[in-house]
Structures are given as C-alpha cells and as structure tokens.
C-alpha cells in the first residue's frame, strides 16, 4: 500500500522568503501525487497534482512542486511567500489507476511572519 | 453557489445519540467521498460511492453508514456517537475518472460529550 510522510510537522517563514516543503512517498510504481492547502476552518484546495509527464508541476497562486523519482519525492515550492499562504498544506498519493483513494500526509503547517 | 455543501458545519452531542452529516455537491461529479480528520490534523478516507454504489469502504466501525439517495448527495449516519468520534468530517467530491481532482466541502465538526 502507499503512503506518504511530510517530515515537516511546522515551519515558519518570512514574509517574501522562498519555501520549501518536503513530502515524500512510497509506491512500486509511478504514483498519483498531489498537495493540497487547508485554510483555518476550510476544507481542502488543490494546489497542484502530477499524473504524468514534465516532472515540474506548476500550480495556482504562484505555487510548483517537482517529481523526483530516485528521491521519491515531491516537494512544494514557492519563491516568495505572502502572509496569506499561512495554511496547512497537505501531500496526498494515489496508486496508479486509483486517483479515488488518496493517502495524506500528516500535514505541515507552515506560518508566515510580517 | 457552493461546489460541494455540508450540513450542519458544528455538531455537538453527547455520547450514544445518533446523528446524520448531509453533503450535496452541485459539480455534476459521479463519485463522492467521506473523510474524517482527527484531532492531529490526519485525514482519512472512510467512504467513496460512485453513482450511488459503494466504491470504497475503508475499516471503518460499522455505527457509521453511509447513503447515497441520488449521485448529488451523500449523507453520513452515525449510531452510538463514541468520545473518539471526535473529528472533523469532510465531503469531497470528483468525476471519478482516473486523473481527476477531488472537490471538498468545508467540513463538519463533530463533538461528543
């Protein structure tokens, strides 16, 4: 079965720095790979998802995660962070041919300083 | 308009009532999802149900039932409310194919006292 780990339980960062969040998966094979933001008493928004194809995903509101199959690992990208973006960003997997039955990650929380 | 609903948005009760969570997604989507989120933010699928069939039904205690009347709408049902069932719960919604996005509605916090 897969799943996935977000190493990251909290990270904070400066209004205007660049981010980094790490998610990484287990799976035999290609996965499914997805983050998801989750605003205080919001449900969840996809940012981005790879299925297939160019490795770099881009996303909305200025966001990009990479597939890196030797690593297993997608990360979460952005190269200059607003107050706004302070959320809870979850990494999810899918088996191949399965995109119904995602796996989440534990989550990051990431807080944003003026 | 609202892509996918949930009712009511709090729930506070006391242990051994049963209570229902309604969901209602106006997306057009075939396949429609429960999941639950625990205090330490852990999201779970419990349910999935693809034009009113039962897709996925993860090891869930069997106090919670789903029902799908109509593909628009997937309602949860829970018996002999237990302290641990404590949690956020959220609908989700997708198309059901096999490269697609799911759609989440706003969740329902569940309280048991």
């Known amino acids: 079965a897969q799943s996935v780990t977000q190493p990251d339980i909290h990270i904070t960062v400066s209004e205007g720095a660049s981010l980094e969040l790490r998610c990484n998966y287990s799976?035999?094979?290609?996965?499914?790979l997805f983050w998801y933001v989750q605003s205080p008493g919001q449900g969840l928004q996809l940012l981005l998802k790879?299925?297939?194809?160019?490795?770099l995903v881009q996303g909305i509101k200025g966001f990009e995660a990479e597939f890196k199959r030797s690593q297993s690992s997608f990360n979460l990208r952005k190269p200059s962070v607003h107050w706004s973006d302070a959320a809870e960003y979850f990494c999810a997997v899918a088996a191949t041919g399965t995109a119904s039955k995602l796996t989440f990650g534990t989550g990051t929380r990431l807080q944003v300083t003026l | 308009d609202t892509a996918v609903s949930q009712t009511p948005k709090y729930l506070v009760t006391q242990m051994g009532n049963d209570k229902s969570i309604k969901c209602e997604q106006n997306l057009g989507h075939d396949t429609m999802y429960w999941y639950k989120q625990d205090s330490k933010k852990f999201l779970k699928i419990m349910f999935s149900y693809n034009n009113k069939e039962l897709i996925i039904n993860e090891t869930v205690p069997n106090r919670f039932s789903p029902k799908s009347p109509d593909k628009a709408h997937l309602n949860l049902h829970i018996n002999s409310l237990e302290l641990g069932d404590s949690a956020v719960y959220f609908c989700a919604s997708s198309h059901g194919g096999d490269a697609d996005t799911q759609y989440f509605g706003p969740g329902t916090r569940l309280t048991v006292l």
């Open positions: 799976y035999g094979a290609t996965p499914y």
């Open positions: 790879y299925f297939s194809g160019d490795t």
